[in-house]
């Protein structure tokens, strides 16, 4: 059976929504290592506001503004001063006729509607300071201009108030964000559990770093558990027997343990596709994509979790998680999805006319270079730094066509 590349994406999203939605909740502390980049499992609210009380801009003098009205140049305005207020006081109060030192952050003294920055009295700079319970303070200031009420003042409250939504469930936390919930008092925040993968490969033909003969490096392995921690999955690497009643003992034991289960390989025409053999009768549902490289595609839903069945060749793999899971996973992990650009083709390129093809490319000095469509050449694929779609109906790109790109490999 063949289908399109939207039905198969259709189909993948509809199977893998309720494993999605089903990952449950896990708290960390807000200073957590872990927090950065996971997301929020449910709408969070500001515990204090922010700021979350009420404090000075500047290092300067906190006055009534009243008292400064009359304030110039030629008739200034001199205040003794009261106590100083600085950052984690406890708030104090100013005396009617007097002037606090108040350095940055701190709270507004009881009484005081503006602040003065210290460099706008005379002298541009304190004398010596007394803070609350240290002795008596004593010294002048000296203004020359009015101050007006709530003058580089931070009200509580006027970035974000009590008991406002900092972010709602689905929120990825950025540093910035991670900042905002911080402030307003959140010290354990709930995040969606990281979603648990087993990625197993198969075939005889795959060894070591030193293979048999007859044998290959497993290279996809590394290269998609890579990719796919990239978008927070908690993923562990497997090699499966390349026999259908073993695989399929594996896969029972496997689905306890993890939310999903991808394989790689053993799904195409050949007479040795173990994963199409294991998975056929166990609701297993295999079908061409009318795409190139990775038309052969597969998926079935067992009791407790969901497999994805991806060709085996390294190219097809990729981009078949690229082009299947990872856009299900930015969705997951509130990422933007990546946006094309448009370059003009270095060659004339042909596709098969029936189906969706994917080339990898090089974008060098504005122009697009496609590379050998080889499903095999690992090579190629490293050193590709653009994906060119050609839809389905093109059968030829012409040299010096705008075509669309999507960056890869960055």
């Not at 005379?122 to 004593?138: K, N």
């Not at 596709?273 to 009768?281: D, H, I, M, S, Y």
């Not at 549902?285 to 490289?293: E, K």
């Amino acid at each position: 059976m063949s289908c399109t590349l939207k039905n198969h994406r259709a189909e993948l999203a509809e199977l893998l929504g309720p494993v999605f939605s089903n990952l449950g909740t896990q708290l960390l502390a807000v200073t957590s290592t872990e927090l950065c980049d996971r997301v929020t499992s449910e709408d969070l609210f500001a515990a204090l506001p922010i700021p979350a009380f009420t404090n000075s801009q500047m290092d300067g003098y906190a006055a009534r503004s009243a008292e400064l009205a009359s304030a110039s140049a030629d008739c200034p305005v001199i205040l003794p001063l009261g106590f100083t207020a600085a950052a984690g006081d406890r708030r104090i109060t100013l005396l009617p006729g007097s002037v606090s030192p108040v350095m940055t952050g701190a709270m507004i003294p009881e009484g005081a509607d503006t602040i003065i920055p210290v460099e706008e009295s005379s002298t541009g700079s304190f004398p010596d300071l007394v803070r609350a319970h240290q002795g008596t303070p004593s010294g002048q200031a000296e203004f020359t201009a009015p101050s007006k009420p709530g003058r580089f003042i931070r009200e509580a409250g006027e970035d974000l108030g009590a008991g406002a939504l900092v972010g709602p469930a689905g929120t990825r936390l950025t540093p910035t964000m991670i900042a905002a919930l911080a402030s307003s008092g959140l010290s354990e925040i709930p995040v969606r559990r990281t979603l648990k993968v087993a990625l197993c490969t198969t075939g005889d033909e795959l060894g070591g770093p030193n293979p048999a003969e007859g044998q290959i490096p497993d290279a996809n392995s590394p290269m998609l558990a890579a990719l796919l921690r990239r978008y927070g999955v908690d993923v562990r690497t497997l090699q499966l027997p390349d026999a259908p009643d073993r695989f399929a003992v594996a896969i029972d034991q496997l689905q306890e343990q993890v939310d999903l289960i991808l394989t790689v390989g053993g799904i195409s025409a050949g007479a040795y596709e173990v994963v199409r053999q294991a998975l056929a009768g166990r609701g297993g549902n295999f079908h061409h994509v009318a795409i190139q490289p990775g038309g052969p595609q597969g998926f079935a839903r067992l009791e407790h979790s969901v497999v994805l069945c991806f060709p085996g060749n390294p190219v097809s793999a990729l981009l078949s998680v690229e082009l299947f899971l990872t856009p299900l996973l930015r969705v997951l992990n509130g990422l933007p999805e990546p946006q094309p650009e448009h370059y003009p083709l270095a060659q004339t390129v042909s596709s098969p006319e029936h189906k969706h093809q994917m080339r990898r490319a090089l974008l060098r000095e504005g122009q697009v270079t496609i590379l050998d469509p080889g499903s095999h050449l690992v090579h190629d694929l490293a050193r590709a730094d653009a994906l060119v779609h050609i839809p389905v109906g093109v059968s030829e790109l012409t040299a010096g066509q705008s075509v669309e790109i999507w960056r890869m490999n960055v």
